[in-house]
């Protein structure tokens, strides 16, 4: 598989994004069956895995950790903190970036990925309470302590970005995007490229709308967080049909799933541009693999922006109190 920069870092152009392994879409994953999974996308040429120490909490960690260990001078490991969360006590609701939290937060996540540094640290999300400064200079005492070689930032808006960049080189963004979601195109991409910072969307697969493997009288149950979401509300999704529609008919002309579509969507916007398409499935892990080898002409793209963006797509991506999260 080709490679990409993010700051100073070479991954894979497709990462795996772990959390479902663990936490958001129904029951964990059983412990050997994620490890399993976990090594063979290293086998496939995946170098770049994401994890955090809310998805579980924690659990997520240790399976990347230990799945990861044979591997570790092949592969990048990136994480976060910014969640109120004890290991002892678990979630204790809302955000905390404090950077004595932080230092605590980066302790337990090297413990349970059994790994002397961080290759990625993000801040999971914007803490309106604690000025992005500190933050910013809480992981550049970690950077030369060598506890963390990268800071990336998730979910946060052009000021944050500029003001944190300005403490500490931010190697990546993470944050949502994909041909149903392409808010980050307007103000987002344009600051990344002009600063220099790599982009890591996640739900690359719209949390699996873009695959169509979700139908329309599809339930979820209370443990996946999609029932939640307007966006995944059986009127709203309804009514996004037709963007799925019309990924499906460019995917059969390509010879192409709708998965892979859309991920070599993602990889034609800008070269510093990594998807982490998660699964559970090996079948699916060889598929979203797939996209990387899927060329798009520029005429290819042309033709999915523009009908893409000529589609209303309905519903809110969050529920109000995730919503209240996202930094602006």
């Known amino acids: 598989m080709q490679t990409r920069k993010l700051g100073d870092l070479e991954v894979s152009a497709l990462g795996l994004g772990c959390m479902g392994l663990s936490f958001g879409y129904g029951a964990a994953t059983d412990t050997k069956a994620a ?54 006590k678990g979630p204790l609701g809302g955000l905390n970036s404090r950077p004595d939290h932080i230092r605590k937060a980066v302790e337990g996540s090297l413990s349970r990925l059994g790994i002397e540094t961080i290759d990625l640290l993000y801040q999971h999300r914007v803490d309106p309470e604690v000025p992005i400064e500190e933050v910013a200079g809480a992981v550049r ?5 060598g506890k963390v ?26 944050s949502e995007y994909s041909l149903w979601w392409r808010e980050p195109e307007a103000e987002i991409l344009p600051t990344l490229e002009e600063l220099g910072i790599g982009f890591v969307p996640f739900s690359p697969l719209g949390k699996g709308f873009l695959t169509g493997a979700i139908k329309a009288d599809e339930t979820f149950d209370k443990t996946d967080f999609r029932s939640s ?41 800008k070269p510093w541009i990594v998807p982490i398409p998660g699964t559970t499935k090996l079948h699916r892990l060889e598929e979203n693999l797939g996209g990387a080898a899927v060329a798009l002409t520029a005429e290819d793209v042309e033709a999915l922006n523009l009908a893409s963006s000529a589609l209303q797509v309905t519903g809110d991506r969050y529920a109000p109190t995730q919503q209240k999260m996202i930094d602006r």
């Open 35 to 88: 490890v399993a999974l976990i090594r063979a996308a290293v086998e496939k040429g995946v170098t770049f895995f994401d994890t955090a120490e809310v998805y579980g909490p924690f659990t997520n960690e240790t399976v990347v950790g230990e799945a990861l260990a044979p591997f570790r001078d092949r592969v990048v490991i990136a994480t976060k903190f910014g969640f109120a969360l004890d290991p002892e």
């Open 141 to 145: 005492d970690l950077i030369a302590e």
């Open 149 to 174: 070689k990268a800071f990336g930032l998730s979910e946060a808006g052009v000021g944050t970005i500029r003001r944190a960049h300005a403490v500490q080189p931010v190697a990546a963004l993470q």
């Open 229 to 269: 979401l307007p966006r995944f509300q059986p009127e709203n999704r309804d009514a996004n049909q037709a963007l799925l529609g019309i990924i499906e008919a460019f995917a059969e002309r390509k010879g192409s799933t709708p998965a892979q579509i859309a991920l070599a969507w993602l990889l034609a916007q």
